[in-house]
C-alpha cells in the first residue's frame, strides 16, 4: 500500500469510526430530536393537519406582502397554514394614508395569494388606535368634529370591507380599546374625541357593509382579570344588538405568563358568551419580564419555550369547540417584531420555527399529542 491509499484508508476509518462513535453516544432525547426532524423531512404534513379545523382550529399566520415572493417562506406558509393575517398592509395607515386615496397593492397581493392557495384571510384591523393617519382626527390644522370623524370611520370601513367581501372571512373591528389601567376605555384619540361611539359605530358599519363576514373585538391582556372583565362587559353590550361574533386574544405571551389557571378562567369567561374565540397574534417571549436584557438563547430558555408552548395548545384544545382559529404573530425567529418590542434592538425568539425557517422543539412539541 503506497502512503496515500493508506492515508485514505485511515482518513476513511476515522471518520467512520467517529460517526459511529457519535451515534451510539446519543441521549434518548437526541435521537428521539432526529428521529423527529427527519419526519418532518420526509414528510408534508403541516400544523394545519395537525390542528385541522373539524377537531380543532385553522392555523394561521401574520406576514407582510414581501413573503409572497420569497419560495422558502411561501413553501412554509402554505405547508403549515390554512389561515393569513396581514401583518401590517390592511391597517389603516397602509391602506387609507391621505383622505380618499386608498392604496390595495400589499394587501391585494396577500389576498391573491392566498386565494390561489385555499387559505383564508383574517382582516387586521379596520379601528385602532395606532397605525391610523393624523388627518382622520384633523379638519386642517384644527381638530375634527366627532361627525367628522364618525363619518371618516364609516366610509373607510365601508370602502375596504366591500373590496373584500367574499374574501376576508373574519375582520378584527375594533383593535385594543379597552384601558390597561384603571380606566375603562383606553385614551386614544379615537376615545377622546368620539367617546365609546366609535366602537359601536365601527361595529355598525362593519355588519352592514358585508353581513357575511364575521366580525371581532381583539385586545391583548384579555387574561388578565382586571381587563378581562371589561372585555368582557364590551363584548355583552356589542352582542346584545347582533353586532360581534367573536373575541380575539392576541396571545403576545412568554415563557412565564400567563398561567394555567388565568387562561382557564379567562377563557371559561368568554366562553359563556357564546362568541367563537381566535387567538390571533400568538408569540411567545423568550424574556420573562418585558425590560429584559438581551440575553443567550440557551439550551434551558428553549426548554422553557417549549414548556410554555405545550402548556398554552394544551389549554387551547381543550377549548376547541370555541375556538376556531389560532394565529401566530410571525412565520419564523428570523423576523419577529418582538426583535424592537417593547425593547428596540433585543433579539427574541418567540416562533415555531427558527431563524433558518427549520421547525424548533416546540413545534415537535405542540404537534405531539
Ligand atoms: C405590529 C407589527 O407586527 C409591527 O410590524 C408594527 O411595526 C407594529 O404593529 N398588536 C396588534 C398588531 O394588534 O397589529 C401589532 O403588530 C402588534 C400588537
Redesign the pocket.
Known amino acids: 500500500m503506497n502512503l496515500k491509499i493508506a492515508l485514505i484508508v485511515l482518513l476513511l476509518y476515522l471518520s467512520f469510526g467517529s460517526t459511529s462513535c457519535k451515534k451510539e453516544e446519543l441521549t434518548e432525547e437526541e435521537k428521539e430530536w432526529e428521529q423527529d426532524l427527519h419526519e418532518y423531512d420526509t414528510g408534508n404534513q403541516g400544523l394545519k393537519d395537525h390542528f385541522n379545523n373539524i377537531d380543532y382550529f385553522d392555523m394561521g399566520v401574520?406576514i407582510p406582502a414581501s413573503f409572497v415572493d420569497n419560495t422558502a417562506k411561501t413553501a412554509l406558509i402554505k405547508r403549515h397554514y390554512n389561515s393569513i393575517t396581514a401583518?401590517?398592509d390592511m391597517?389603516w395607515s397602509s391602506l387609507q394614508p391621505q383622505e380618499g386615496s386608498f392604496n390595495y397593492t400589499n394587501a391585494d397581493k396577500i389576498v391573491s395569494f392566498a386565494a390561489a392557495n385555499g387559505i383564508k384571510i383574517r382582516g387586521?384591523?379596520l379601528c385602532?388606535h395606532?397605525?391610523v393617519p393624523d388627518w382622520v382626527f384633523k379638519d386642517g390644522t384644527a381638530l375634527a368634529t366627532k361627525e367628522q370623524i364618525l363619518e371618516r370611520l364609516h366610509t373607510h370601513i365601508t370602502t375596504v370591507m366591500t373590496r373584500y367581501k367574499g374574501k376576508v372571512y373574519a375582520w378584527d373591528v375594533v383593535?385594543?380599546a379597552i384601558d390597561d389601567g384603571s380606566r375603562t376605555y383606553r385614551p386614544s384619540q379615537w376615545y377622546s374625541m368620539c367617546g365609546e361611539d366609535y366602537i359601536i359605530e365601527a361595529f355598525r358599519a362593519a355588519r352592514e357593509a358585508d353581513p357575511d363576514a364575521l366580525l371581532f373585538y381583539?385586545d391583548?391582556s384579555t387574561i388578565v382579570p382586571a381587563k378581562r372583565d371589561k372585555i368582557y362587559d364590551l363584548a355583552v353590550k356589542l352582542k346584545a344588538e347582533n353586532l360581534i361574533d367573536g373575541l380575539g386574544l392576541?396571545g403576545?405571551w412568554s415563557i412565564s405568563f400567563p398561567s394555567d389557571d388565568l387562561i382557564k378562567q379567562a377563557l371559561d369567561k368568554f366562553k359563556s358568551l357564546g362568541l367563537q374565540i381566535q387567538i390571533t397574534?400568538m408569540d411567545v417571549s423568550v424574556y420573562p419580564s418585558p425590560s429584559d436584557p438581551e440575553s443567550e438563547y440557551t439550551a434551558e430558555v428553549e426548554q422553557q419555550l417549549t414548556a410554555a408552548y405545550d402548556r398554552f395548545f394544551t389549554a387551547f384544545r381543550s377549548y376547541s369547540d370555541v375556538i376556531t382559529s389560532v394565529t401566530f404573530?410571525g412565520l419564523a425567529d428570523d423576523k419577529t417584531?418582538l426583535d424592537n418590542f417593547p425593547v428596540a434592538g433585543r433579539k427574541n425568539y418567540p416562533l415555531l420555527f427558527d431563524t433558518g425557517l427549520r421547525p424548533k422543539k416546540a413545534y415537535f412539541e405542540i404537534t405531539d399529542f
Do not use: D, L
Open positions: 401574520a401583518e401590517n391597517k387586521h384591523c385602532w395606532n397605525q383593535n385594543e381583539n391583548y392576541q403576545h397574534e404573530w417584531w
